[in-house]
């Protein structure tokens, strides 16, 4: 159990409006911090107000990219309590993640415990309105001052908070995507099933280039054969064809979404067909073409759940569903939605109260 201090802030922020959420645009007034080194551990947890950090130019997170993040959201139910939703997940990927990049393990207790405790005291940030919620970004840093490749010896984890709407523009209308063939994301044996600053930062090209096309956001291909549906840049990705869900199977090179585990576990509760295998882009045309593809939608805690209308492949234009909004996606999206704002009933204890 942290002991962790509270220093709060003197003078507190203005709040947006909720004309004026946006997504990652505004910060609550506080944050967490706790830092590592190999002698004391983690060591040092407190909550201070928000504020910028100092750290020496030759910190080694600058020059060798040795950092990872998380993504998670806070609700607020009907009764005025303040949930998160299966935050151990997000702490159990922490270390899938750490171990991958050689940073010491953040014990999962602690990583909820700290998140509870930053949420608890800036729960005022959490917006009203349907669709809208509390996003938790827990990091860490290495922090070493040194210029050499090899791990650091200290590290920093920091938590903050951003009041947010909806991730895409589009909200929960079907988005247009771009398949990507000439970059690549990942390839198995890299980073890419890891929730490392690294992979997003490889997925910029395509993703700029989607945008100047009118594209939302680009799906990947796999790094070696370019022919293997992976995800999309920000979620995981489903296809209802002929009455089953595909989704890929995780190969090494995608990340492991929380949503999407979640949805596949919905699915399987209402006796909904869904495996998780390979398919390639070739033969999601070749079903489209036949008329069995029913529906596509993405997963991930930004969007939590992205009707995809539009595919674009090499020119060709891929139309889901006349680019309305699936079955199976409405009904996801409802169902999750709902538990999470606690207005669905909980049967899989998949939230959790900040108090408790």
């Given at each position: 159990?942290?002991?962790?201090t509270?220093?709060?802030?003197?003078?507190?922020?203005?709040?947006p409006?909720?004309?004026?959420?946006?997504?990652?645009?505004?910060?609550?007034?506080?944050?967490?911090?706790?830092?590592?080194?190999?002698?004391?551990?983690?060591?040092?947890?407190?909550?201070?107000?928000?504020?910028?950090?100092?750290?020496?130019?030759?910190?080694?997170?600058?020059?060798?990219?040795?950092?990872?993040?998380?993504?998670l959201?806070?609700?607020?139910?009907?009764?005025g309590?303040?949930l998160?939703?299966?935050?151990?997940?997000?702490?159990?990927?922490?270390?899938?993640?750490?171990?991958?990049?050689?940073?010491?393990?953040?014990p999962?207790?602690?990583?909820?415990?700290?998140?509870?405790?930053?949420?608890?005291?800036?729960?005022?940030?959490?917006?009203?309105?349907?669709g809208?919620?509390?996003?938790?970004?827990?990091?860490?840093?290495a922090?070493?001052?040194?210029l050499?490749?090899?791990?650091?010896?200290?590290?920093?984890?920091?938590?903050?908070?951003?009041?947010?709407?909806?991730?895409?523009?589009?909200?929960?209308?079907?988005?247009?995507?771009?398949?990507?063939?000439e970059?690549?994301r990942?390839?198995?044996?890299?980073?890419?099933?890891?929730?490392?600053?690294?992979?997003?930062?490889?997925?910029?090209?395509?993703?700029?280039?989607?945008?100047?096309?009118?594209?939302?956001?680009?799906?990947w291909?796999?790094?070696?054969?370019?022919?293997?549906?992976?995800?999309?840049?920000?979620?995981?990705?489903?296809?209802?064809?002929?009455?089953?869900?595909?989704?890929?199977?995780?190969?090494?090179?995608?990340?492991?979404?929380?949503?999407?585990?979640?949805?596949?576990?919905?699915?399987?509760?209402?006796?909904?067909?869904?495996?998780?295998?390979?398919?390639?882009?070739?033969?999601?045309?070749e079903?489209?073409?036949?008329?069995?593809?029913?529906?596509?939608?993405?997963?991930?805690?930004?969007?939590v759940i992205?009707?995809?209308?539009?595919?674009?492949?090499?020119?060709t234009?891929?139309?889901?569903?006349?680019?309305?909004?699936?079955?199976?996606?409405?009904?996801?999206?409802?169902?999750?939605?709902?538990?999470q704002?606690?207005?669905?009933?909980?049967?899989?204890?998949?939230?959790?109260?900040?108090?408790?």
């Open positions: 159990m942290l002991s962790i509270i220093e709060k802030a003197k003078q507190l922020k203005e709040k409006g909720l004309d004026d959420l946006g997504f990652g645009k505004h910060f609550t007034d506080h944050m967490f911090i706790m830092d590592y080194n190999i002698e004391k551990g983690w060591y040092d947890p407190r909550i201070v107000p928000y504020q910028p950090l100092v750290l020496d130019p030759a910190t080694m997170v600058f020059h060798y990219g040795q950092e990872m993040f998380e993504g959201k806070a609700y607020r139910n009907p009764k309590q303040v998160l939703f299966r935050p151990d997940k997000n702490g159990q990927r922490v270390n899938v993640t750490n171990d991958r990049i050689c940073m010491p393990e953040l999962v207790e602690d990583f909820v415990q700290s998140i509870k405790a930053i949420v608890d005291l800036d729960q005022d940030w959490i917006p009203d309105g349907d809208n919620s509390l996003y938790i970004r827990p990091f860490i840093i922090t070493d001052p040194f050499g490749v090899r791990p650091s010896e200290t590290y920093r984890f920091m938590i903050i908070l951003s009041p947010v709407g909806a991730y895409y523009p589009e909200g929960i209308n079907p988005v247009k995507i771009w398949v990507e063939k970059y690549v990942a390839v198995r044996g890299g980073v890419g099933f890891a929730k490392t600053g690294g992979n997003y930062a490889a997925s910029l090209k395509a993703q700029l280039h989607s945008k100047k096309l009118g594209y939302t956001q680009v799906l291909l796999d790094g070696i054969e370019r022919k293997y549906i992976e995800e999309v840049g920000t979620m995981n990705v489903f296809f209802k064809i002929d009455g089953k869900v595909i989704t890929p199977s995780l190969s090494g090179s995608i990340l492991p979404g929380v949503t999407r585990d979640t949805v596949i576990e919905l699915l399987k509760s209402w006796d909904i067909p869904v495996s998780e295998e390979r398919i390639t882009i070739d033969e999601l045309v079903y489209n073409k036949q008329g069995l593809v029913e529906e596509a939608f993405g997963t991930g805690t930004a969007a992205s009707p995809i209308g539009e595919l674009n492949y090499d020119g234009i891929i139309k889901l569903n006349n680019g309305e909004i699936g079955q199976v996606s409405g009904r996801v999206y409802a169902e999750l939605t709902g538990i704002t606690g207005k669905v009933e909980d049967k899989f204890n998949w939230t959790q109260n900040v108090r408790d």
